[in-house]
C-alpha cells in the first residue's frame, strides 16, 4: 500500500511538475497577428502553429531551460533563447519582419510531421511563394526544374533520373496535394494543369527515393502539394498572365499568319468564416500553343474550407473540378515542319474532367497525441477524338488513411497508419479493371542526445488487381540527422521502394502513331534500394553575403525488374520487367545573397549515371531518356523597386532513347543539348503586381522526346492586384 | 558610386548573356517531301511499298546504296505522304515494295543490310519513278511520285 502510495505521488509530482509556454505572434510592421506561423521547441518533438488570433500554447513541457524558433514563410526566421521553464506559464510575444528572401524553414512531408530543414533525414527541395511569383508559374513544373535533381521529359517529371520517358503512364514521383496522394489510377500519370498554382503556399519535394512512408510511386520521390489558408482578413486576389508566342526563327518552320497567344486569369476569393476559413478559386487557361497541336482550353474551380472547432479538433476539405479541351498530338509532321501536325491529325484532341475532392480531420487527443483521419474521391472522365484512333477512359479512385502521431517523452516520436485505397476504370484502351492496396506503415524518430536524430520506418503494402493479389511488399528506411551547429548538419539514408504496374502498364491496346501498344498481363512490381549521404550549410553571413544556403549529396538507387516501354522485333511494344538499373549521381545547390541583398542567386547541378545493369551488377547500356547532367542557374536583383532576374537551364544531350533512333548518314532524329535562357522584370505599381518575362529568349530549339519540338520562345505580362 | 556598381554588374550579366552563343540549336533541314499515289490493284507478293533514296544505283546491291526510306504504305492503301531527311548532295529516289511483313523488316533492318540482301523489290515498272535529285543546304524539294501497278 505505502509503494502504490509512493508512485501515485511520484506520477503526481511529476505531472504537476509539467508547465506551459504561451505566446502570440505578430507582425513588426503593423502589429497583426500572424495565423499559422510554426513554432518549434528545438532539440524536442513539441511544438504547434499559432491560431487566427497569432497566439499558441505549448503544454506538458518539463521544467527546464527552452529554445524556441519561429518561423513563417516571408518572415525571418525568429529564435528565442533561454526560456525559463517552471511552475508557472511562462509567456512571450514575439514580432516577426517580413523577408521577401525567405524560404520555409519547416516542413512536413520528410516524417509526416513539423520538422526544422536543417534536421531532415532525407534530401529535400522546397519551392516557395517567391519562386512561384517571380516565374509567373501557371504549371509548377515550370518552378519545379530548377530545383537539383529534378528535371522533365514532355512534362513528365523525373527525380535524380527514376523517371525516364513512359508514354505517359506509370510515373515513379508521388503528387499529393495537402498530404493526400493525387495520381490517376489508370495510367498513374500526374495531370500538373489541374494544381490550382495561385493558391499554393509552398511545394516540398522529397529527392530521396522510397516507399516507408508513402508507398507505391514513391520510389522516385515525392512532391506534397501545401496550399494556402485563408488569411485573417478577407480579400479577393485577381491575376491575369497574357501572353505571346513568337514566329519560329525560320522562314521554312512558319505555319500560321497570325501570332499565338494565350492567356491565364485566376480569380480568388478567401474569408475568415467564425472560427473557419476558405477560399475559393476559379481559373480560365486559354492558349494557341506553340505548334499546331498545341492548343489548350481548359476550366478549373478550386475550393478549400479549413474548420477551427475548438483547440483540440480541426478539418478541412479541399475539392477541384478541371475540365478542359486539349489538342492531341504524337509527334511532329516531320522535321522539316516541326511545328505542324502529321496530315490527318491536325484536328485530333481530348477532352475530360477530372473532380478531385480530399479532406482530413484531426483529433488532439492531447499535446503529444494526434490522429488523423485523410480520405479522397478522384473521379477522372477523358474521351480523345482522333481521326485514326479513338480511345475513352472512365475512372473512379477511393482513398482513407487513418494517421497516429504520437510523442513519447520530449525525445521520441512514432508516427503510423493504416492506408486502403481502390480504384475502378473503365477505358477503350484497357477494358475494364479493379484495383485494391492496403498498406501498414510506423516510423519512430528517436533523438540521441542534443544533435542526433535517426529515424526508422518501415511500409507493408498488398496490392489486388481484378481481386486477384498481384503483389505484397515490404519497404523499410532508416535514416540519420547530425546536426553539428545551428548551420550544419549532416545526413545519411538507406531505403527500399516499389512500385506496382500501372492498369495501363499492364493491359494497353492501342496504336500509338506507327507503334502497335499490346497488353502485358504478368508485368510484376518493380523494386528499388536507395542510400545517400548529405549536407547541409546555412550560413547566416554579413552584408556581402547573407542567407548563404548550400546543399550537397551523393546517392546511389539500384532498382530491379524496371518497367519499360519495349518495343519487339516485329516493332511492337508491350511494357516489361525488362531491366534492372543503376543510377549514381550528385546533386549541389547553393542559394544566397551578395552585396547586400543586392544580387540574389541560386544555383543548382546534378550529375547523373545512368546505366542498365545485368544480374552480376555490370553495365550494359545508359537508361533512356535521362541527362547525364544538368544545371540551372538564377541570378536577381532589386533596384529601385524594380525585381529582374535571369535563368540559364542546361541539360546534356540524351544519350540513348526507344523510338527513333539518330541516323548519322540523314541527320535524321538529331538530339542536342539543350540551353534555355529566361528572363523577367517585375514591379509593383500602385498595389498592382506586373510581371513581365520572355522563355526561352533566344529562341534554342531542341526535343527532349523524338519528334517533339520544345517550347517555342514566349513573352508575358502579368498581372495581379488584392482588394 | 553605389549606383555605378549596380549598374555595372547588371549590364555585365545582360552582356556576357547576350554574347553566348547556342551552337546546338536544331536548324532547318534539307530533304525531299511529296505524296505518293497507287494506281492499280496491289499484288498479292507486295506487302507494302515505299519509297527508297539512294546514293549509288546498283540493282544487285541496292543496300550498298540505301540511304533513308520512306514510312510504308501498306497494301491496300492508295495515297500517303512522305518526307525524307537527307544531307545536302545527290541521290537516286525510287519506289520499293516490301516482300515481307513491314513490321518485321524495319525491326530486323541492320541484319538486311548487314547481309546486303534486302527484301525489296524496284518497282521499275515504272521507270519515272528513278529520279536523280540534287539537295542544297537547308532545301527541300517536294515531288509527288505515283506508282504504277498492273491494272
Redesign the interface.
Known amino acids: 500500500m505505502k509503494i502504490k502510495l509512493l508512485l501515485i505521488y511520484l506520477l503526481l509530482s511529476i505531472l504537476s511538475a509539467q508547465s506551459s509556454i504561451t505566446g502570440s505572434v505578430t507582425r513588426s510592421d503593423n502589429g497583426e497577428p500572424l495565423l499559422g506561423v510554426n513554432v518549434l521547441v528545438q532539440n524536442t518533438f513539441m511544438g504547434t502553429t499559432t491560431g487566427i488570433d497569432g497566439q499558441f500554447t505549448i503544454d506538458q513541457l518539463n521544467p527546464g531551460e527552452y529554445t524556441l524558433v519561429i518561423s513563417m514563410i516571408g518572415f525571418k526566421k525568429y529564435i528565442e533563447r533561454g526560456i525559463i521553464v517552471s511552475d508557472e506559464i511562462s509567456h512571450i510575444d514575439i514580432q516577426l519582419a517580413q523577408d521577401v528572401l525567405s524560404a520555409p524553414h519547416v516542413v512536413v512531408t520528410a516524417s509526416r510531421q513539423a520538422q526544422d530543414v536543417m534536421e531532415l533525414p532525407v534530401s529535400m527541395s522546397v519551392i516557395g511563394p517567391r519562386q512561384i511569383r517571380d516565374r509567373a508559374v501557371v504549371n509548377l513544373t515550370e518552378a519545379m526544374k530548377y530545383e537539383p535533381g529534378v528535371s522533365t521529359v514532355r512534362g513528365q517529371l523525373k527525380i535524380r533520373g527514376a523517371t525516364g520517358y513512359t508514354l505517359g503512364t506509370g510515373d515513379r514521383t508521388l503528387l499529393m496535394i495537402d498530404g493526400v496522394p493525387l495520381l490517376g489510377s489508370g495510367a498513374g500519370n500526374i495531370t500538373w494543369t489541374m494544381i490550382p498554382v495561385s493558391e499554393v503556399d509552398h511545394v516540398e519535394i522529397i529527392r530521396s527515393g522510397g516507399s516507408a512512408l508513402y508507398g507505391s510511386s514513391a520510389l522516385g520521390g515525392v512532391v506534397n502539394i501545401l496550399t494556402k489558408n485563408a488569411p485573417a482578413k478577407p480579400e479577393t486576389r485577381v491575376r491575369l498572365k497574357s501572353g505571346v508566342y513568337s514566329e519560329p526563327k ?1 522562314r ?2 512558319e505555319w500560321r499568319s497570325q501570332p499565338g497567344l494565350y492567356n491565364y486569369l485566376d480569380l480568388t476569393h478567401s474569408r475568415p468564416i467564425g472560427n473557419h476559413s476558405a477560399w475559393i478559386r476559379f481559373h480560365k487557361a486559354k492558349s494557341d500553343g506553340y505548334k499546331r497541336q498545341g492548343w489548350l482550353d481548359a476550366n478549373n474551380i478550386t475550393g478549400k474550407v479549413k474548420f477551427n472547432f475548438g483547440e483540440r479538433y480541426n478539418a478541412s476539405l479541399f475539392a477541384n473540378y478541371y475540365a478542359d479541351k486539349t489538342a492531341l498530338a504524337s509527334q511532329w ?4 515542319n ?1 511545328f505542324s501536325s ?2 490527318g491529325e491536325e484536328d485530333d484532341y481530348t477532352e475530360g474532367t477530372k473532380l478531385h475532392l480530399n479532406g482530413f480531420f484531426n483529433m488532439i487527443l492531447s499535446d503529444k497525441t494526434v490522429i488523423k483521419l485523410k480520405g479522397s474521391m478522384y473521379d477522372v472522365w477523358w474521351q480523345s477524338h482522333s481521326a485514326t484512333n479513338d480511345n475513352g477512359i472512365d475512372e473512379q479512385k477511393g482513398y482513407g488513411e487513418i494517421l497516429i502521431s504520437t510523442t513519447l517523452g520530449q525525445s521520441t516520436q512514432i508516427t503510423a497508419g493504416v492506408v486502403g485505397q481502390t480504384a475502378k476504370i473503365r477505358a477503350r484502351v484497357y477494358g475494364d479493371h479493379s484495383s485494391l492496396s492496403m498498406a501498414a506503415y510506423i516510423q519512430a524518430q528517436q533523438r540521441i542526445g542534443k544533435k542526433l536524430t535517426l529515424n526508422t520506418g518501415a511500409r507493408m503494402e498488398t496490392y489486388f488487381v481484378d481481386d486477384e493479389k498481384l503483389d505484397e511488399s515490404l519497404a523499410p528506411q532508416i535514416a540519420l540527422n547530425f546536426r553539428m551547429f545551428d548551420w550544419l548538419s549532416f545526413r545519411s539514408s538507406v531505403s527500399s521502394g516499389f512500385r506496382v504496374p500501372a492498369i495501363a502498364e499492364m493491359y494497353t491496346r492501342t496504336q500509338l502513331n ?1 507503334f502497335k501498344v499490346e497488353p502485358n498481363p504478368d508485368l510484376i512490381a518493380e523494386r528499388s534500394q536507395a542510400g545517400e549521404v548529405g549536407m547541409i550549410v546555412k550560413l547566416p553571413g554579413n552584408k556581402w553575403i547573407s542567407d548563404m544556403t548550400m546543399d550537397v549529396v551523393a546517392f546511389k538507387s539500384t532498382f530491379d525488374q524496371l518497367i519499360v516501354a519495349n ?6 511494344i508491350h511494357f516489361e520487367n525488362l531491366t534492372d538499373a543503376r543510377i549514381t549521381g550528385l546533386e549541389v545547390g547553393a542559394s544566397g545573397a551578395l ?1 547586400n541583398q ?2 540574389l542567386f541560386s544555383i543548382a547541378y546534378t550529375n547523373l549515371d545512368p546505366e542498365e545493369i545485368d544480374k552480376q551488377g555490370n553495365a550494359i547500356d545508359t537508361l533512356a531518356y535521362r541527362f547525364r547532367n544538368t544545371l540551372v542557374t538564377t ?1 536577381g ?1 532589386r ?1 529601385w523597386g524594380v525585381t ?1 532576374s ?1 535563368d ?1 537551364r542546361y541539360m546534356s ?1 540524351i544519350e540513348r532513347v526507344k523510338l527513333f533512333q539518330e ?1 548519322p ?4 532524329d ?1 538530339r ?2 539543350i ?1 534555355i ?1 529566361n528572363a523577367g522584370l517585375g514591379s509593383q505599381i500602385r498595389g498592382w503586381d506586373l510581371q513581365f518575362r520572355v522563355e526561352n529568349m ?6 527532349e522526346l523524338e519528334r517533339n ?1 520544345g517550347d517555342e520562345r514566349h513573352f508575358s505580362l502579368t498581372i495581379g492586384k488584392v482588394f | 558610386m553605389k549606383l555605378i556598381c549596380k549598374l555595372t554588374i547588371i549590364f555585365s550579366v545582360f552582356g556576357f548573356i547576350w554574347s553566348c552563343e547556342s551552337p546546338d540549336s536544331l536548324e532547318p533541314v534539307a530533304g525531299v517531301e511529296g505524296k505518293l499515289f497507287i494506281e492499280g490493284e496491289w499484288p498479292d507478293s507486295i506487302q507494302a511499298v515505299a519509297l527508297i533514296v539512294l546514293n549509288s544505283l546498283d540493282p544487285g546491291n541496292l543496300a550498298a546504296g540505301l540511304v533513308s526510306y520512306s514510312t510504308p504504305m501498306l497494301s491496300p492503301s492508295k495515297k500517303s505522304e512522305y518526307f525524307f531527311q537527307l544531307e545536302p548532295g545527290f541521290y537516286f529516289i525510287a519506289g520499293a515494295g516490301l516482300t515481307i511483313d513491314p513490321g518485321i523488316f524495319f525491326a530486323k533492318i541492320d541484319s538486311f543490310m548487314a547481309s546486303g540482301n534486302l527484301p525489296i523489290v524496284v518497282l521499275d515498272k515504272t521507270p519515272h519513278l528513278q529520279r536523280v535529285i540534287q539537295l542544297e543546304d537547308q532545301e527541300v524539294i517536294e515531288i509527288d511520285q505515283t506508282i504504277l501497278f498492273s491494272q
Open positions: 525560320y521554312q518552320w509532321k516531320n522535321s522539316a516541326p502529321p496530315s506507327i518495343p519487339d522485333d516485329k516493332g511492337i552585396f543586392m544580387l541570378i536583383t533596384v529582374a535571369i540559364y544531350r541516323n548518314f540523314t541527320g535524321q538529331k542536342v543539348p540551353h535562357w533566344f529562341q534554342y530549339y531542341y526535343t519540338m
